[in-house]
């Protein structure tokens, strides 16, 4: 049961311009497919009846066809009986790809792959590829990537001033100052380590013995792990000085404060999470914590009432659609976020504290005084409030979260301090 090789031009599948490409067919078992070469044909190489007339392309087009029959004459006469002549196509098409050098733009396929990702975490994406860019001054084939080149790549992230957001231009420019730290040398690496084994899963077909990326070079070469995270909770203190303050504040130290309230007051809220907010029902705010939607099982869903301290805080920036005006003032949360932490350093400088903080701590100090002794709320209670994920899948499974005793919990951090500035302010 032979297979026969012939070269065909399809008029069907001519192009717009008159333009085509020589397939040639399969034939096996009574049945025909067609593999489409890479050779292109314009309607002067052909004659009236359609058939090629080119000798040139011809014998490229039958050298095609050599190396596609001294395969399938490998074949043993009992597996070609078995095969079908779509396993027979698979079976060339493997072969023909073992002696081709694989290409693939390291950098324009990890952007790709950060297109589909969640905002946030495509854009750490994107960030560690452009820096990766500049390390080497060019977009660099997968193949090139080695252990070398990664060493190197560590060094200069760790040389390398910090990008900071120009609120003024809307645009990010290196500090005058400031180096990368730590963290950014191994998310950086982390996130290249990623692109680089989802190529080799995507690209690598080993059921077919064809490894395109055959060596995983994060084998041989470890990301520095991420520094200890710093805890990032300020002095009950301070969170009371601000409640004190906040009514002779004006402009942007105002709104960092109010905002920083505003997350401590709603169990940590997010930026993200306050600029996109729908509306509360019921005196209760409904949403999806945006930083960890996509990796948990209910999609971090979250409910919180209102308390009654918080409430002023809710009227004053009460939006039209949305239950913040924050989008109205805003154009995007990274804005929003720059002004509501330089307003937070307005505040620092004037009250001369000793430890610099950002917007994120509140959402760390609620958890701090949520565990401590003050309030004594149980610990699988504040994982439910800040939508950690210390349950196992069972629980989640089995157990349904009782938001009362999470608002309850919020409560009972809420009233460690006097909000009287804040509900007659």
């Known amino acids: 049961m032979a297979v026969t090789f012939s070269l065909v031009?399809?008029?069907?599948?001519?192009?717009?311009?008159g333009t085509n490409f020589i397939r040639i067919r399969v034939t096996h078992a009574r049945q025909s497919k067609y593999i489409k070469t890479g050779i292109s044909v314009e309607p002067t190489d052909l004659t009236r009846s359609g058939k090629l007339k080119h000798q040139?392309?011809?014998?490229?087009?039958?050298?095609?066809?050599?190396?596609m029959r001294e395969i399938t004459d490998k074949l043993p006469t009992y597996t070609l009986t078995v095969m079908s002549v779509g396993e027979v196509v698979e079976h060339i098409r493997v072969k023909l790809e073992e002696g081709k050098e694989f290409r693939l733009n390291f950098v324009q396929y990890g952007m790709s792959k950060a297109d589909g990702m969640k905002a946030a975490t495509g854009?750490?994406?994107?960030?560690?590829?452009?820096?990766?860019?500049?390390?080497?001054?060019?977009?660099?084939?997968?193949s090139e990537l080695s252990v070398k080149m990664l060493k190197d790549f560590e060094a200069y992230i760790r040389s390398e001033k910090r990008m900071v957001y120009d609120i003024s231009t809307g645009k990010l420019k290196a500090s005058k100052t400031k180096k990368k730290g730590e963290r950014s040398v191994g998310m950086y690496l982390g996130n290249l380590r990623a692109v680089y084994r989802m190529a080799r899963k995507e690209f690598n077909e080993p059921d077919r013995g064809l490894f395109r990326i055959p060596v995983d070079i994060f084998d041989y070469y470890d990301v520095p792990p991420p520094p200890a995270a710093e805890h990032r909770d300020i002095p009950?203190?301070?969170?009371?000085?601000?409640?004190?303050?906040?009514?002779?504040?004006?402009?942007?130290?105002?709104?960092?404060?109010d905002v920083f309230l505003l997350s401590f007051g709603l169990m940590g809220a997010n930026n993200v999470d306050l600029y996109t907010m729908k509306k509360p029902?019921?005196?209760?705010?409904?949403?999806?914590?945006?930083?960890?939607?996509?990796?948990?099982?209910?999609?971090?869903?979250?409910?919180?009432r209102i308390e009654d301290c918080v409430r002023p805080q809710c009227d004053a920036y009460k939006g039209k659609?949305?239950?913040?005006?924050?989008?109205?003032?805003?154009?995007?949360?990274?804005?929003?976020?720059?002004?509501?932490?330089?307003?937070?350093?307005?505040?620092?400088?004037?009250?001369?504290?000793?430890?610099?903080?950002?917007?994120?701590?509140?959402?760390?100090?609620?958890?701090?005084l949520a565990s401590s002794k003050a309030v004594e709320i149980?610990?699988?209670?504040?994982?439910?409030?800040l939508t950690h994920s210390s349950r196992s899948a069972m629980d989640d499974v089995y157990i349904r979260k009782d938001w009362e005793r999470v608002w309850d919990a919020n409560a009972k951090v809420l009233a460690l301090f006097d909000w009287h500035e804040v509900c007659h302010g």
């Open 9 to 17: 031009v399809l008029p069907h599948l001519r192009k717009g311009d």
């Open 56 to 67: 040139g392309k011809i014998d490229l087009a039958l050298d095609e066809i050599r190396k």
């Open 123 to 142: 854009h750490n994406y994107r960030v560690a590829l452009r820096c990766f860019v500049r390390f080497l001054g060019r977009e660099p084939d997968i």
């Open 236 to 257: 009950a203190e301070w969170v009371q000085l601000m409640i004190d303050q906040r009514k002779g504040l004006r402009g942007r130290e105002r709104l960092g404060v």
């Open 281 to 304: 029902k019921g005196g209760v705010l409904h949403y999806f914590r945006t930083k960890t939607t996509d990796s948990k099982a209910d999609r971090a869903e979250m409910y919180v």
């Open 321 to 368: 659609e949305l239950a913040f005006d924050f989008s109205e003032r805003y154009c995007n949360h990274d804005n929003f976020t720059v002004a509501v932490n330089k307003g937070l350093r307005q505040w620092i400088a004037r009250n001369k504290l000793d430890k610099d903080f950002t917007f994120y701590s509140a959402r760390h100090t609620w958890g701090t």
């Open 378 to 385: 149980d610990s699988r209670v504040v994982t439910d409030a």
